[in-house]
């Protein structure tokens, strides 16, 4: 929760906050296709 609160904040705060947007979507989708692919490794 602390993560996604942080993300909002920055978004709202940042002056160029589409931008900011942008960039945690994109860490967000890798993030998730890391763990969907590597799900095995992580046990």
């Known amino acids: 929760m602390i ?7 920055l978004e709202r705060l940042a002056p ?3 931008r900011v ?3 945690i979507g ?4 890798r993030t998730g296709l890391f763990l969907t692919f590597h ?5």
């Open 3 to 9: 993560a996604v609160t942080a993300a909002i904040t």
């Open 16 to 18: 160029a906050g589409e």
């Open 21 to 23: 947007a942008r960039a």
């Open 39 to 43: 799900a095995d490794a992580l046990r």
């Open 26 to 29: 994109i860490v967000v989708i």
